[in-house]
């Protein structure tokens, strides 16, 4: 079934070390998310990308990096993460066949910072 | 983003009564999408709403989208346990983002 991956599912890092999340799709969408979703709040947007261009959130800290090598991956990077920055990271794609298509969400990787 | 205000925050029901969760806007809404988060889970698309005044039916979820395109409602009769979750309304804007309300977070006493 074509769907959205993401791993690893749980991720434990320490303080200041960083870390890489990845996904991946089968849905061959144009348009792959990264969110932050905290508990009990929202899914908050950090960047996206359309094809190759990158659209960065004015407020996501320059702490949190983005890499799509290709049509099916994409990459989060935390290069130094903080405590605040234990949540559940959220992958989704878009076919973008038109500005507000669909989004298909991954399952998610809860993230712990000790 | 322009925001989407979404009440009531939180609802607990008993098993087989019904529950309506709203989302407003203070501008117009070119549509509106609503997703279901299951706890642990991912949030999950149910519907999108496009025209004034629209009304589409899942089963026992009724999504409607007001004349003026500025709210919209999700109500769901006679709930069962399955039903539990968060349920976001998301306003689609440009640039291909959605900007999610804050979600009304279901609970169904059996």
């Known amino acids: 079934d074509a769907m959205v991956i993401q791993n690893p599912r749980y991720q434990v890092t320490q303080f200041g070390k960083p870390v890489t999340l990845s996904c991946s799709q089968t849905l061959n969408h144009n348009v792959m998310y990264w969110y932050q979703q905290k508990s009990s709040q929202a899914p908050k947007l950090l960047f996206h990308?359309?094809?190759?261009?990158?659209?960065n959130e004015a407020d996501t800290p320059d702490n949190f990096q983005s890499r799509r090598p290709n049509t099916s991956f994409c990459f989060l990077d935390i290069r130094s993460p903080g405590l605040g920055d234990a949540a559940m990271y959220l992958c989704?794609?878009?076919?973008?066949?038109?500005?507000?298509?669909?989004?298909?969400f991954g399952p998610g990787t809860r993230l712990t910072v000790l | 983003g322009q925001q989407v205000m979404q009440i009531p925050q939180y609802q607990h029901v008993q098993e087989g009564e019904d529950f309506t969760t709203y989302c407003n806007s203070s501008?117009?809404?070119?549509?509106i999408q609503w997703y279901k988060q299951r706890p642990g889970g991912h949030p999950v698309f149910l519907i999108q709403l496009v025209k004034s005044g629209e009304v589409k039916k899942q089963k026992r979820l009724t999504f409607q989208f007001g004349e003026a395109k500025k709210n919209s409602s999700l109500h769901i009769t006679a709930t069962q346990t399955t039903d539990v979750g968060t349920y976001f309304c998301?306003?689609?804007?440009?640039?291909?983002?959605?900007?999610f309300g804050k979600g009304t977070l279901l609970t169904v006493n059996p």
């Open positions: 501008t117009t809404l070119s549509n």
């Open positions: 998301a306003r689609g804007g440009s640039n291909y983002k959605l900007t």
């Open positions: 990308y359309y094809d190759k261009d990158f659209n």
């Open positions: 989704a794609t878009s076919r973008a066949g038109a500005q507000s298509d669909t989004q298909y």
